[in-house]
């Protein structure tokens, strides 16, 4: 979401002032490219407070049987709050969660 270089570790409150700054782009970005998934790597609460996905402001995230949040939008879009891909743990640990959020929900 933002959209210049930085360090190994983001601040989150920076994050969050470049995604605002930036959400119409950010929103027309998703709109071209119509994705059936998406996959919020640690910015899960930007994308539902801002209605970044089909204009859609989500009030609640369900919780998978792998403890993921995610979220069904009416036009069948899944988005799932997960951690970033860099995070510092085994990636069995990190990735089968995700993987089955995924079968179980789409």
Partial sequence: MK????????????????????????????????PDIIICCGTGEIVKDFKLVDNEFIENWSISTSKLDYHLTKNKKLIISHCHPQKRIENK???TPLIKTIRDNY
Avoid: C, H, P, V
């Fill in 3 to 34: 959209k210049i270089a930085g360090i190994e570790t983001s601040k989150m409150d920076e994050i969050r002032k470049f995604a605002w700054n930036d959400r119409d782009l950010l929103k027309k970005q998703i709109n071209i490219y119509n």
């Fill in 93 to 95: 640990k990190k990735f």
